[in-house]
C-alpha cells in the first residue's frame, strides 16, 4: 500500500529565505506526483504537477523535482514571503489506475514565514 | 464563475443522527470524490465517482454513504455507524482523462 511522508512537519522561517519541503514514497509505480497548497480551513489548490517520466517543473518562485526511482519529491520555495504562509501537501496518483483523482497524501508541512 | 459548492460550511450532529453533506459542480467533470481530512493530517478517499449512476469505496468508506444521480452533484451521507466522524470534508473534481483536480471550500462537522 502507498505511504507517503512530509518532512518537516512544520517549518518557521524569516521572509526572504529559499526552503525546502521533502516527500517521500513507498511505491515508485506512480503516475504523476502533485504539490498542493491549502490555507486555514480551505480546499486545496495545486500547485505543481509532475508526470512520472518527468524531473521537475517550475511556476514562479516554485520548483519541485522528481526522483522517482528513490521514491522522493521536494519543493523548493525562492525568497519566500509571509504570503507564503500555509500547508503543503504532496499526493501520489499511483500507476494502473483509472481515476486521476484517487490520490495518496503525505501529512503535509506547515509553514510559516515571517516579517 | 466555475467551481464547486460544498454546504453546509459548518455542521453539528448530534450522537445517532445521519447528515448529509452537499457537493455541487458547475464544471462539466465526470469525476468526484469525497476526502476526510484530520487536524494536522492529510487527506484520505471516502468514496469516488467517475460516472453517474456509479461510485466506489475509498480507504474508509465505512459508516459513509454516498450517491450519484445527477453530473454535478454528489452528496456524502455521514451515518450514526461512522464511529468518529468529527472532521474537515473535501470535495473534489476531476474531468474525463484529465490530470487536474479541483477542490471545494470544505465542510467542518463536529459531533455534539
Known amino acids: 500500500k502507498q505511504e507517503v511522508t512530509q518532512i518537516p512537519a512544520a517549518l518557521s522561517v524569516p521572509e526572504g529565505e529559499n526552503l525546502v519541503l521533502n516527500c517521500s514514497f513507498t511505491d515508485s509505480a506512480i503516475y504523476n506526483l502533485q504539490w498542493f497548497r491549502q490555507d486555514p480551513g480551505k480546499g486545496l489548490t495545486s500547485l505543481l504537477l509532475i508526470q512520472s517520466s518527468q524531473r521537475e517543473q517550475t511556476s514562479g518562485r516554485l520548483n519541485a523535482s522528481l526522483d522517482k526511482s528513490s521514491g522522493r519529491s521536494t519543493l523548493y520555495i525562492a525568497a519566500s514571503q509571509p504570503g507564503d504562509s500555509a500547508t503543503y501537501l504532496c499526493?501520489?496518483?499511483?500507476?494502473?489506475?483509472?481515476?486521476?483523482?484517487?490520490?495518496?497524501f503525505g501529512q503535509g508541512t506547515i509553514l510559516t514565514v515571517h516579517p | 464563475d466555475g467551481g464547486i459548492t460544498q454546504s453546509p460550511k459548518y455542521l453539528f450532529r448530534k450522537e445517532g443522527q445521519n447528515v448529509t453533506l452537499s457537493c455541487e459542480q458547475n464544471?462539466?467533470?465526470?469525476?468526484m470524490y469525497w476526502y476526510r481530512q484530520d487536524p494536522g493530517q492529510g487527506l484520505r478517499l471516502i468514496y469516488y465517482s467517475q460516472i453517474v449512476n456509479d461510485f466506489q469505496k475509498g480507504d474508509i468508506a465505512e459508516g459513509y454513504s454516498v450517491s450519484r444521480e445527477k453530473k454535478e452533484s454528489f452528496p456524502l451521507t455521514v451515518t450514526s455507524a461512522q464511529k468518529n466522524p468529527t472532521a474537515f470534508y473535501l470535495c473534489?473534481?476531476?474531468?474525463?482523462?484529465?490530470?487536474?483536480?479541483?477542490f471545494g471550500e470544505g465542510s467542518w462537522l463536529t459531533v455534539v
Open positions: 499526493a501520489v496518483l499511483n500507476a494502473g489506475g483509472t481515476s486521476y483523482g484517487k490520490l495518496t
Open positions: 473534489a473534481s476531476t474531468r474525463s482523462g484529465g490530470n487536474t483536480i479541483y
Open positions: 464544471l462539466n467533470h465526470d469525476a
